[in-house]
């Protein structure tokens, strides 16, 4: 998973505003870069932005999202592209596969990094 968590705080008030809107995704990258200025922090924010765009606009899931998003993240023809959507991507598809049916505990405890001794520093 990202450890780029950060930037994720700057998405949901840029959603809110310009879901729909092809600006949405230029304005997330620019809205992380300002205090975040990584190229992983921003794909990961805006892969967020994707799966939290579809929501607004009004799929039911968050499994659908999560999936519409992936499969706009790995179109040829998409508007908006990072260097690092394939990780983005695949990322997103671990979501859906790995920690979907998961309980929100059990899924900080898989996502502890494995050099971290506490067991529950995926939960931090």
Request: aromatic residues 4%.
């Amino acid at each position: 998973m990202a450890r780029q968590v950060d930037g994720v705080c700057k998405v949901a008030p840029v959603v809110a505003l310009l879901a729909g809107d092809p600006n949405m995704l230029p304005t997330v990258d620019m809205a992380v870069r300002v205090v975040q200025n990584t190229d992983k922090a921003a794909a990961f924010a805006c892969g967020f932005a994707r799966v939290l765009e579809k929501l607004v606009l009004g799929t039911p899931t968050v499994r659908e999202a999560i999936a519409s998003a992936t499969k706009d993240l790995t179109d040829p023809g998409r508007s908006f592209k990072t260097n690092l959507d394939e990780e983005v991507a695949v990322t997103l598809g671990r979501v859906i596969g790995e920690l979907a049916d998961l309980s929100h505990s059990d899924v900080g405890v898989k996502l502890k990094p494995e050099a971290v001794a506490f067991p529950f520093a995926g939960l931090a």
